[in-house]
Protein backbone atom coordinates (compact mmCIF):
# COMPACT_ATOMS: atom_id res chain seq x y z
CA UNK A 1 0.00 0.00 0.00
CA UNK A 2 1.24 3.35 -1.22
CA UNK A 3 2.23 5.88 2.28
CA UNK A 4 1.67 9.42 1.71
CA UNK A 5 3.10 12.15 2.94
CA UNK A 6 1.21 15.75 3.18
CA UNK A 7 2.28 18.77 5.80
CA UNK A 8 0.77 18.73 9.10
CA UNK A 9 -0.73 22.09 8.77
CA UNK A 10 -1.47 25.43 6.38
CA UNK A 11 -2.67 28.48 7.07
CA UNK A 12 -4.40 30.63 4.63
CA UNK A 13 -6.49 33.67 4.41
CA UNK A 14 -9.90 34.21 2.87
CA UNK A 15 -9.68 34.75 -0.83
CA UNK A 16 -6.58 33.31 -1.84
CA UNK A 17 -5.83 30.03 -3.58
CA UNK A 18 -4.12 27.24 -1.43
CA UNK A 19 -2.26 24.04 -2.65
CA UNK A 20 -2.04 21.15 -0.68
CA UNK A 21 1.13 18.56 -1.65
CA UNK A 22 0.89 14.75 -0.91
CA UNK A 23 3.57 12.59 -1.81
CA UNK A 24 3.17 8.69 -2.53
CA UNK A 25 6.67 7.43 -4.39
CA UNK A 26 4.89 3.91 -3.99
CA UNK A 27 1.88 4.35 -5.68
CA UNK A 28 0.71 1.53 -7.86
CA UNK A 29 -0.26 1.27 -11.67
CA UNK A 30 -3.96 0.36 -11.04
CA UNK A 31 -4.30 3.58 -8.07
CA UNK A 32 -5.97 6.09 -8.08
CA UNK A 33 -5.34 9.43 -6.28
CA UNK A 34 -8.56 10.78 -3.67
CA UNK A 35 -8.58 13.51 -1.49
CA UNK A 36 -11.29 13.97 1.49
CA UNK A 37 -11.96 17.11 3.35
CA UNK A 38 -13.29 16.43 7.06
CA UNK A 39 -14.78 18.77 9.70
CA UNK A 40 -14.78 18.11 13.32
CA UNK A 41 -17.33 15.12 14.56
CA UNK A 42 -18.24 14.80 10.64
CA UNK A 43 -17.22 11.96 8.19
CA UNK A 44 -14.83 12.71 5.14
CA UNK A 45 -16.26 14.05 2.10
CA UNK A 46 -14.85 13.42 -1.08
CA UNK A 47 -13.59 16.25 -2.87
CA UNK A 48 -11.90 15.32 -6.21
CA UNK A 49 -10.13 11.98 -7.52
CA UNK A 50 -7.55 11.50 -10.72
CA UNK A 51 -5.47 9.36 -12.41
CA UNK A 52 -2.98 11.42 -13.90
CA UNK A 53 -2.53 15.14 -15.60
CA UNK A 54 -5.25 17.44 -14.24
CA UNK A 55 -8.19 17.18 -13.04
CA UNK A 56 -11.18 20.22 -12.20
CA UNK A 57 -15.08 19.98 -10.61
CA UNK A 58 -16.45 23.03 -9.34
CA UNK A 59 -14.77 22.94 -5.87
CA UNK A 60 -11.17 22.31 -6.96
CA UNK A 61 -8.38 20.88 -8.95
CA UNK A 62 -6.11 18.16 -8.86
CA UNK A 63 -3.05 18.29 -10.53
CA UNK A 64 -0.75 14.81 -11.00
CA UNK A 65 2.72 15.20 -12.79
CA UNK A 66 3.36 12.22 -15.59
CA UNK A 67 5.31 10.31 -12.28
CA UNK A 68 2.54 10.34 -10.10
CA UNK A 69 4.62 10.53 -7.48
CA UNK A 70 3.13 13.43 -6.12
CA UNK A 71 -0.30 15.02 -6.34
CA UNK A 72 -1.33 18.70 -5.68
CA UNK A 73 -5.09 19.92 -4.23
CA UNK A 74 -5.53 23.21 -5.37
CA UNK A 75 -8.41 25.15 -3.47
CA UNK A 76 -9.34 28.55 -5.26
CA UNK A 77 -10.43 31.15 -3.43
CA UNK A 78 -10.69 29.50 0.34
CA UNK A 79 -13.15 30.88 2.45
CA UNK A 80 -13.79 30.69 6.38
CA UNK A 81 -15.71 27.68 5.93
CA UNK A 82 -12.88 25.33 3.72
CA UNK A 83 -11.26 25.44 7.56
CA UNK A 84 -10.82 21.59 7.86
CA UNK A 85 -8.41 18.81 7.55
CA UNK A 86 -7.71 17.63 4.09
CA UNK A 87 -6.17 13.97 3.31
CA UNK A 88 -4.93 12.56 0.35
CA UNK A 89 -5.43 9.16 -0.38
CA UNK A 90 -4.01 6.50 -2.51
CA UNK A 91 -5.94 3.30 -2.48
CA UNK A 92 -5.97 0.03 -4.42
CA UNK A 93 -7.65 -2.93 -3.77
CA UNK A 94 -9.59 -3.14 -0.46
CA UNK A 95 -7.74 -1.83 1.96
CA UNK A 96 -7.76 2.36 2.23
CA UNK A 97 -4.93 4.13 4.54
CA UNK A 98 -6.24 7.30 5.60
CA UNK A 99 -2.90 9.32 6.61
CA UNK A 100 -2.33 12.43 9.00
CA UNK A 101 -4.19 14.85 6.72
CA UNK A 102 -3.64 18.40 6.70
CA UNK A 103 -5.08 20.81 8.99
CA UNK A 104 -6.09 23.78 6.48
CA UNK A 105 -6.65 27.02 8.53
CA UNK A 106 -8.85 29.69 6.80
CA UNK A 107 -8.20 33.38 8.71
CA UNK A 108 -10.80 36.12 7.83
CA UNK B 1 -28.08 12.73 -4.25
CA UNK B 2 -27.90 9.02 -2.17
CA UNK B 3 -25.93 9.20 1.01
CA UNK B 4 -24.79 6.29 3.59
CA UNK B 5 -26.36 6.76 6.14
CA UNK B 6 -25.81 5.59 10.11
CA UNK B 7 -27.35 5.16 13.32
CA UNK B 8 -27.38 5.72 16.45
CA UNK B 9 -25.79 9.24 16.22
CA UNK B 10 -24.70 8.70 19.59
CA UNK B 11 -23.91 5.78 21.84
CA UNK B 12 -23.14 5.87 25.28
CA UNK B 13 -22.23 1.96 26.74
CA UNK B 14 -20.79 0.34 29.82
CA UNK B 15 -17.44 -1.64 29.38
CA UNK B 16 -18.10 -4.76 28.46
CA UNK B 17 -21.62 -4.51 27.29
CA UNK B 18 -21.88 -5.50 23.46
CA UNK B 19 -22.92 -2.53 20.62
CA UNK B 20 -24.12 -2.84 17.21
CA UNK B 21 -23.52 0.47 14.65
CA UNK B 22 -25.57 0.10 11.86
CA UNK B 23 -24.97 1.33 8.31
CA UNK B 24 -27.09 1.58 5.52
CA UNK B 25 -25.09 2.39 2.42
CA UNK B 26 -25.64 3.80 -0.96
CA UNK B 27 -28.22 1.26 -2.58
CA UNK B 28 -26.02 0.52 -5.74
CA UNK B 29 -23.04 -0.19 -3.70
CA UNK B 30 -20.96 -3.24 -3.75
CA UNK B 31 -18.52 -2.62 -1.36
CA UNK B 32 -18.65 -1.79 2.68
CA UNK B 33 -15.98 -0.50 5.05
CA UNK B 34 -16.02 0.22 8.53
CA UNK B 35 -13.38 2.62 9.85
CA UNK B 36 -13.05 4.62 13.43
CA UNK B 37 -11.58 7.64 14.38
CA UNK B 38 -9.95 8.20 17.83
CA UNK B 39 -10.68 12.03 19.34
CA UNK B 40 -8.20 14.24 18.00
CA UNK B 41 -6.29 11.45 15.78
CA UNK B 42 -6.88 9.95 12.03
CA UNK B 43 -9.38 7.81 10.18
CA UNK B 44 -8.10 4.19 10.91
CA UNK B 45 -9.70 1.53 8.62
CA UNK B 46 -10.86 -1.27 10.19
CA UNK B 47 -12.21 -3.71 7.65
CA UNK B 48 -13.96 -3.83 4.18
CA UNK B 49 -16.97 -6.49 3.00
CA UNK B 50 -17.65 -7.42 -0.26
CA UNK B 51 -19.32 -10.40 -2.23
CA UNK B 52 -21.00 -11.15 1.68
CA UNK B 53 -17.07 -11.75 3.09
CA UNK B 54 -14.18 -10.09 4.61
CA UNK B 55 -12.08 -8.88 2.35
CA UNK B 56 -9.47 -6.96 3.97
CA UNK B 57 -8.95 -6.52 8.05
CA UNK B 58 -6.68 -4.56 10.03
CA UNK B 59 -4.80 -5.49 12.99
CA UNK B 60 -7.58 -3.72 15.14
CA UNK B 61 -10.29 -5.73 13.97
CA UNK B 62 -9.73 -8.30 16.27
CA UNK B 63 -12.03 -11.20 16.86
CA UNK B 64 -13.90 -8.76 19.53
CA UNK B 65 -15.03 -7.07 16.24
CA UNK B 66 -17.89 -8.82 13.62
CA UNK B 67 -19.47 -7.06 10.84
CA UNK B 68 -22.59 -8.48 8.73
CA UNK B 69 -24.96 -7.53 5.80
CA UNK B 70 -28.17 -9.38 7.63
CA UNK B 71 -30.37 -7.59 4.75
CA UNK B 72 -30.25 -5.98 1.30
CA UNK B 73 -29.69 -3.28 2.92
CA UNK B 74 -28.19 -2.51 6.50
CA UNK B 75 -24.12 -3.10 7.45
CA UNK B 76 -23.36 -3.83 10.87
CA UNK B 77 -20.30 -3.82 13.05
CA UNK B 78 -20.77 -5.15 15.67
CA UNK B 79 -18.22 -4.89 19.05
CA UNK B 80 -18.54 -7.89 21.26
CA UNK B 81 -17.29 -6.56 24.68
CA UNK B 82 -16.60 -3.01 24.68
CA UNK B 83 -13.16 -1.50 26.17
CA UNK B 84 -12.65 1.83 27.26
CA UNK B 85 -10.40 2.33 24.26
CA UNK B 86 -12.99 1.68 21.81
CA UNK B 87 -14.49 4.97 22.09
CA UNK B 88 -13.68 7.09 19.15
CA UNK B 89 -16.03 7.81 16.09
CA UNK B 90 -16.98 4.86 13.70
CA UNK B 91 -17.72 5.64 10.14
CA UNK B 92 -19.65 3.35 7.57
CA UNK B 93 -18.35 3.88 3.77
CA UNK B 94 -19.66 2.32 0.65
CA UNK B 95 -18.42 2.13 -2.74
CA UNK B 96 -19.89 1.18 -6.22
CA UNK B 97 -16.42 -0.49 -6.99
CA UNK B 98 -16.52 1.25 -10.26
CA UNK B 99 -13.13 1.81 -11.85
CA UNK B 100 -13.10 6.34 -11.76
CA UNK B 101 -15.36 6.39 -8.37
CA UNK B 102 -14.61 6.45 -4.45
CA UNK B 103 -16.00 5.57 -1.73
CA UNK B 104 -18.98 7.87 0.42
CA UNK B 105 -18.81 8.07 3.90
CA UNK B 106 -21.59 7.93 6.22
CA UNK B 107 -21.43 10.83 9.42
CA UNK B 108 -20.46 8.74 11.73
CA UNK B 109 -21.82 7.15 15.00
CA UNK B 110 -20.14 8.45 18.46
CA UNK B 111 -19.21 5.66 20.39
CA UNK B 112 -18.50 6.30 24.65
CA UNK B 113 -17.43 3.40 26.33
CA UNK B 114 -17.74 4.37 30.30
Known amino acids: LAKTTQPISMDSYEGQEVNITCSHNNIATNDYITWYQQFPSQGPRFIIQGYKTKVTNEVASLFIPADRKSSTLSLPRVSLSDTAVYYC?????????FGAGTRLFVKA | EPEVTQTPSHQVTQMGQEVILRCVPI?????FYWYRQILGQKVEFLVSFYNNEISEKSEIFDDQFSVERPDGSNFTLKIRSTKLEDSAMYFCASYSGGPQETQYFGPGTRLLVL
Open chain 1, 89 to 97: LVAGGFKTI
Open chain 2, 27 to 31: SNHLY
